[in-house]
């Protein structure tokens, strides 16, 4: 009898770890499956011209005297209006400071000109961050300072980049008319490789 219960406990030792591991793939599977379900794309150079921004109901966050905040419909931002979108790794950063959005501030008439509505920065930083960053580039009412904090916009565009620190947006500039994307400049090649002036103003005027 010993011998029987021995070679039985024998075969339901392979037989557990079949189980446990059909259920990790199983586990994996959905895991996947739900990341495919943040954002409409994986890619940041593929284009995402044609996505209606619409039925996201996004909402970012516009900084305010005395360190208060209060949440911004992006819908109501963009309907019925021609918006121009830059999103940005981080406020204060390098790249960010010197070229991104200077040449929005800068080129604001030039916008204006050729029928922008509206100019909006976002990145991932909090609303007093955005704000007080606004203020140092002199953005004034040329460019509107929204945080996402959330990750609700660059969850929703595929463009979201994990770091140790935060949660922080690949760059890119999109043309939004009426909440239609109709213009997408991304930082990155089709080749992957780094191409940050491809998001700057002059670009995307030369585009318009």
């Not at 960053?133 to 969850?155: E, F, I, R």
Request: proline share 5%; net charge neutral.
């Amino acid at each position: 009898m010993r011998s029987s219960n021995k070679d039985h406990s024998s075969f339901s030792l392979p037989q557990n770890c079949l189980m446990y591991l059909l259920i990790a793939l199983f586990v994996i599977v959905l895991a996947m499956s739900a990341d495919a379900l943040v954002a409409p794309t994986t890619s940041s150079s593929a284009t995402k011209v044609g996505l209606d921004l619409k039925p996201a109901s996004i909402s970012l966050k516009l900084g305010l005297p005395e360190y208060k905040s209060e949440k911004v419909d992006l819908n109501s931002l963009l309907a019925g209006k021609k918006v121009v979108i830059l999103t940005v790794p981080g406020a204060f950063t390098p790249g960010c400071s010197k070229s991104h959005l200077p040449s929005f501030v800068n080129s604001f008439d030039a916008f204006k000109s050729k029928g922008v509505d509206s100019i909006i920065c976002t990145a991932t930083n909090d609303a007093h961050v955005m704000r007080f960053w606004g203020a140092d580039q002199n953005c004034g009412d040329k460019v509107m300072m929204l945080s996402d904090d959330s990750g609700a916009l660059v969850d929703f565009m595929g463009m979201a980049k994990q770091e140790a620190t935060m949660k922080r947006s690949q760059r890119y500039t999109m043309v939004v008319d009426d909440g239609l994307i109709t213009g997408w400049f991304p930082g990155v090649g089709t080749d992957g490789v780094k191409q940050p002036e491809n998001a700057w103003a002059p670009n995307v005027l030369e585009n318009l």
